[in-house]
């Protein structure tokens, strides 16, 4: 079952991807947004109207961030051997952890914004991860348990910014960087994330390609760890790490530029994509 955000007409709502469309949710279920839905527990109420005809077309719509509203976005760095290897940091026995926040979101086929105090915006393709049941000091035995789904997240970096000293934040928060989309598909498709495949393209370039399997810190481990620091909501979001094949450890850097279109495919989720438009 794949479930997006959007907003038409200047409405905010949530819906069923089907073949034919989105199914609005929001006009036919009482919670008025999808991270209340997810809290709901009750996600079949949402498969039980896959009959129903489409509200929209698909492309008819303004996609919102699948999750528009999370109470926390919780980002994992240098989750990749590659990606390790190719900045040259040493790996860490924890998972390295940062912030991101809601309003640095976007949908898919929304602009990445390069911004105007930038030359080094870069690509990170990623799997985010979807909570659906809250927790504390998650068992990694029972994480995938609290999973509601998977989606496809870029990540998008401003590079100068974030070297302005060791704390990321100010690379990875910049208005209209993260891109989160285009639907979550539901855990009960994707049992094993570890069979997942993602692959980033830049202007139909691969750029990074990769089996989640590498994730040095597993899904369920991040679950267990993030879990223990403060409880896990449903909506809440882990983006998993991204794989090597960053720009900026190209020789020359490969920077995202206005015109450029961005890409992330996840096997069995979909694909992500986004044009960049540098900030007027």
Same mark, same amino acid.
């Given at each position: 079952?794949?479930?997006?955000?959007?907003?038409?007409?200047?409405?905010?709502?949530?819906?069923?991807?089907? *073949?034919?469309?989105?199914?609005?949710?929001?006009?036919?279920?009482?919670?008025?947004?999808?991270?209340?839905?997810?809290?709901?527990?009750?996600? !079949?109420?949402?498969?039980?109207?896959?009959?129903?005809?489409?509200?929209?077309?698909?492309?008819?719509?303004?996609?919102? $961030?699948? +999750?528009? %509203?999370? *109470?926390? +976005?919780?980002?994992? !760095?240098?989750?990749?051997?590659?990606?390790?290897?190719?900045?040259?940091r040493? =790996?860490? #026995? %924890?998972?390295?952890?940062?912030?991101?926040y809601?309003?640095?979101? &976007?949908?898919?086929?929304?602009?990445?914004?390069?911004?105007?105090?930038?030359?080094?915006?870069?690509?990170?393709?990623?799997?985010a991860?979807?909570?659906?049941?809250e927790?504390?000091?998650?068992?990694?035995? =029972?994480?995938?348990?609290?999973?509601?789904?998977?989606?496809?997240? %870029?990540?998008?970096?401003?590079?100068?910014?974030?070297?302005?000293?060791?704390?990321? /934040? $100010? @690379?990875?928060?910049?208005? %209209?960087?993260?891109?989160?989309?285009?639907?979550?598909?539901?855990?009960?498709?994707?049992?094993? $994330?570890?069979?997942?495949?993602?692959?980033?393209?830049?202007? !139909?370039?691969? #750029?990074?390609?990769?089996?989640?399997?590498?994730?040095?810190?597993?899904?369920?481990?991040?679950?267990?760890?993030?879990?223990?620091?403060?409880?896990?909501?449903p909506?809440?979001?882990?983006?998993?790490?991204?794989?090597?094949?960053? @720009?900026?450890?190209?020789?020359?850097?490969?920077? /995202?530029?206005?015109?450029? &279109?961005?890409?992330?495919?996840?096997?069995? +989720?979909?694909?992500?994509?986004?044009?960049?438009?540098?900030?007027?």
């Amino acid at each position: 079952m794949k479930l997006c955000s959007f907003i038409k007409d200047g409405h905010a709502s949530y819906g069923l991807v089907t *073949d034919t469309g989105i199914v609005d949710l929001g006009k036919r279920l009482p919670e008025p947004t999808l991270r209340d839905f997810l809290g709901s527990g009750d996600l !079949g109420r949402a498969a039980a109207l896959a009959g129903e005809p489409a509200d929209y077309a698909f492309d008819a719509v303004e996609h919102a $961030p699948v +999750i528009p %509203n999370p *109470d926390k +976005i919780i980002c994992v !760095g240098l989750n990749y051997h590659a990606h390790v290897q190719e900045t040259g940091r040493e =790996e860490t #026995v %924890n998972p390295v952890l940062f912030a991101r926040y809601a309003g640095s979101q &976007i949908g898919h086929g929304q602009a990445l914004v390069k911004p105007l105090e930038s030359i080094e915006f870069d690509y990170e393709g990623e799997v985010a991860v979807i909570l659906g049941k809250e927790g504390r000091r998650i068992p990694e035995t =029972e994480a995938l348990a609290h999973v509601a789904g998977y989606a496809c997240y %870029n990540d998008a970096s401003v590079r100068d910014w974030q070297k302005h000293t060791h704390q990321f /934040m $100010p @690379g990875k928060t910049f208005a %209209n960087t993260g891109a989160f989309g285009p639907w979550m598909v539901t855990a009960d498709e994707i049992p094993d $994330p570890k069979a997942l495949h993602l692959q980033t393209r830049l202007n !139909g370039q691969v #750029v990074q390609d990769t089996d989640v399997s590498l994730l040095i810190t597993s899904i369920p481990r991040l679950i267990a760890y993030c879990s223990t620091i403060l409880p896990l909501l449903p909506g809440d979001v882990i983006v998993s790490g991204t794989p090597g094949g960053v @720009g900026a450890r190209r020789n020359p850097p490969l920077w /995202m530029r206005d015109g450029d &279109i961005c890409e992330v495919e996840i096997s069995g +989720i979909g694909t992500l994509s986004n044009p960049v438009k540098a900030e007027a």
